[in-house]
């Protein structure tokens, strides 16, 4: 059979990681904030005609390349963010040999819920 993913989850496998995925989680919401507030700093010097070279450039681009070294992590382990803010996450998974996702949301202590690959948070079921 062809699946979609090369690497599929365990429930075990996946909660093993919630403690990484927590922290990584909580670094990119740190981060985001932090180039966001940079964005509209650079988007009133570039309205203002300023030049916008230095600190502010400097600390935004730290902040995106921060913000991708932690993205890669969980582009390199097949893992999904599906919402950052709520720090809702899918992990490629298999149930009666069909491909689903498990699905993880940061307030939560366990891996319980799944979900077919198309209809996502909304067709939540728990697992057995």
């Known amino acids: 059979m062809k ?25 990119l919401n740190r981060l985001r904030v932090e180039v966001e507030r940079y ?30 070294k932690v993205l890669a992590e969980f582009q390199r382990r097949e893992i999904f963010i599906k919402d950052l803010s709520r720090g809702l996450v899918d992990f490629p998974a298999l149930i009666g040999g069909k491909e689903v996702f498990l699905c993880w949301e940061s307030d939560e202590d366990k891996v319980e819920f799944w979900h077919d690959l198309e209809t996502g948070y909304g067709g939540r079921e728990r697992l057995g």
């Open 39 to 68: 964005d509209k700093r650079l988007g009133g010097l570039n309205t203002e005609g300023q030049d916008t070279g230095g600190e502010t450039v400097n600390n935004w681009i730290r902040g995106l390349a921060g913000m991708q």
């Open 3 to 27: 699946y979609r993913f090369q690497k599929h989850y365990t429930r075990d496998e996946a909660e093993a990681l919630l403690p990484q995925l927590r922290a990584w989680l909580a670094e």
